[in-house]
């Protein structure tokens, strides 16, 4: 069966603008990695009326028509109610979820009101999806070749639902008969042009696997979707196309799926039993607000200082006056001495050091972006690396703190 | 006229999970604040025949019918070709917008292709809104007593057109006759439930202004929103309910609209020429990072120490062992000494401390979200705040370093 889905999402805090319409944006998102089109979103509030007529017009124009929301106890929620009456059948109670709804209210020492019964209705010889985080199950329904699935409207209740009931269900009934597999890969140091650049003749004729390119504040990333008869088969597409992806782009790539650069340096950092400590000017606290977002982050990180004065980098980090005033506290040599000093103060086995110009006006006649992050290291040289950044104050710190953890990863990767 | 209005957004992106829908989103909130019922959302794609059917259906059942995406310059816009076809118009070129699309290619030194003509063409007899953030111009059309009004899809200059443009517009057209003006209380201190609870009988009996609660992060929020014939009047009508709600809550207020704690805190220290250093710890650079967020920070902060580790706080905020081996690093003498001691070191009037359990797990035998908050000032006694917080390790940083900005307003304000 060619599938033509639309999805119907039922509830007036979507048309009060309360809510922005995610749920939508989910399932096209399943959908389109299951290969199923969808053509139409449409919101309604909880009026029978209307949603008759939507109903209506989506069983005349697609085959799979899932509808989210409108599921709940209060008289408002009509969805299944309305949906039984255009098919012309009945709702009838569904003991398993009668029995779910009764448990919860014990668990949490609640009286359950009369109307909570309401939720365990379902469409009589409907498949029932069970719902493991609310209350309302879901359902398919088939009628004339067309399925109609209904989801509770909550995200959290109906996410899970879709990806470990509905998804399989699918699949199940022969809708979708192959397997899907994603996989990010993850860079830095590379900007979405350049990279979609490096990557052109593979980009453009793609086929399995699809690839999408994901760009977020200065890191870009690969999403590599193949379509096969078994996961094995799956995988090997996907390790095909990686590899020659990192014939070319391997010295900007640092990790899969859903990791992030302050958990790979955490992670090696750990792994080699090195304690990390650092000196930031521009950052303000950032880079290690960052770090330590990350449980554990104890055993890898001793501490900061945030000298955001030059005083404070006298003073507190032991900049020479000279430096200062010479050079300035944006310069190479400050970025060096910040480094190794907050090392020694700390007692860390590395130290890192930003200081530059966040904005939005110029310092020490400095240019907006111009940053320099120093890396020292116990008994080796301290490497300082230059940057020259653009866009507002904000991504200027948030992209010298990513440079930070990257530049780290590279150095730690290189004594492995 | 009484309004029904619905929202039609047309972009692939969306129907592929790519991007979510937050322009039906924002236009439905502007609206519902005007007084506007939106009754449909409907999402659908670049396709001249399904687009033709879902506009046929909107002028069946609404009177204002605002169109979102599809003005581009590729092939693939469609949406005034397809809106003229059916309204049985033309479409014309706007000079202004053609002026405007030159100019901007002029200005990038970009040679302006050809199919960039394509973006200054509208429906012939339109009401054409100028897009001050892009190339694409807006339109209004008036036919059969029904209004459609074309917008571009890129947030960035869908948002400003509409209030700056497509409202007046509104208003002008005597589409919508009163004044509307919304005011924002902001709380801090006191949760969503207990202000709701303390306002009780004023949020349920509200009528002009209308009192919505918004949430996040540990702040609560009202936004009152007056309807009047003048702005006089509905500013009459926002002072009056504002002065009842804070004879009742006024001591958890601390800003209106789009101020934020951290924005008030540096105001206030930049007002009265003092300078702020903090020692943190649970928070691990939350504290500093947000309020160096704020452009001009160095003039109020003097900078930070991040004491992770017992070895931290002993060498370089000089706390005795003593009180780290008997009380622990997580007391409450800790945290005046850590407040005391980062005042002196960097040499400013105000020391905040944060030190406590972000959790996942117990430290020192002290439960999860047990915080202590302390700050020094010159010449004044040390005040701790203890905290008990409940939630995930990434709440209770962001609580802790909220209540540190709060607690710093108090004393703040305290001294005035």
């Known amino acids: 069966m060619s599938l033509n889905a639309e999805i119907i999402s039922v509830g007036s805090e979507l048309l009060l603008g309360q809510i922005c319409n995610t749920n939508a944006q989910f399932l096209s998102k399943e959908l389109a990695m299951l290969g199923v089109n969808v053509y139409h979103h449409t919101a309604v509030g909880d009026n ?81 999806f069970a719902n493991n985080h609310g209350m309302a199950p879901g359902m398919a329904y088939k009628h004339n070749d067309k399925l109609y699935i ?80 078994t996961e094995q088969e799956a995988n090997r597409i996907l390790d095909q196309k990686e590899k020659i992806i990192l014939e070319r782009t391997g010295k900007y790539f640092y990790g899969y799926d859903a990791t992030s650069l302050p958990l790979e340096v955490s992670k ?52 020479p006056r000279e430096i200062l005033t010479s050079e300035g506290a944006i310069s190479s040599i400050c970025a060096e001495k910040m480094a190794e000093h907050v090392r020694e103060i700390m007692d860390a086995d590395i130290g890192i050091s930003f200081t530059g110009v966040a904005g939005p006006s110029k310092s020490e006649d400095k240019e907006v972006g111009t940053v320099f992050i120093g890396i020292s290291i116990k008994d080796q040289e301290t490497v300082i690396y230059p940057l020259n950044l653009i866009g507002s104050r904000d991504s200027i710190r948030k992209n010298t703190a990513n440079y930070g953890f990257y530049y780290l990863l590279k150095h730690l990767k290189k004594g492995e």
């Open 268 to 319: 090696l950092l750990e792994q080699n039993n090195l304690q990390l400590a650092c000196a930031e000017s521009l950052t303000g606290g950032l880079f290690s607000q960052l770090l330590t977002q990350i449980s554990g982050a104890g055993s890898i990180f001793n501490g900061g200082i945030i000298s955001y004065t030059n005083e404070v980098k006298e003073q507190v980090l032991h900049i």
């Open 150 to 229: 209904l989801l509770p409207g909550p995200p959290k209740e109906l996410q899970p639902m879709f990806l470990d009931e509905v998804k399989p269900y699918l699949q199940k009934q022969g809708i979708i008969s192959h397997f899907i597999l994603s996989r990010v890969l993850r860079f830095y140091g590379i900007g979405e042009s350049q990279l979609e650049t490096d990557l052109h003749d593979i980009i453009e004729n793609q086929n399995n696997p699809s690839i999408a390119t994901l760009a977020s504040s200065g890191e870009v990333a690969l999403r590599l979707t193949a379509k096969a008869e």
């Open 48 to 128: 029978p009326t209307r949603m008759k007529t939507i109903f209506e017009q989506a069983s005349d124009r697609s085959n799979l028509i899932i509808c989210t929301g409108g599921l709940g106890p209060t008289q408002d929620d009509v969805t299944k109610e309305t949906l039984a009456q255009i098919l012309n059948t009945e709702l009838t109670t569904n003991e398993v979820a009668l029995h779910n709804i009764t448990t919860f209210f014990k668990r949490a020492n609640r009286i359950m009101t009369e109307n909570n019964r309401k939720q365990a209705l379902v469409i009589e010889g409907s498949h029932v």
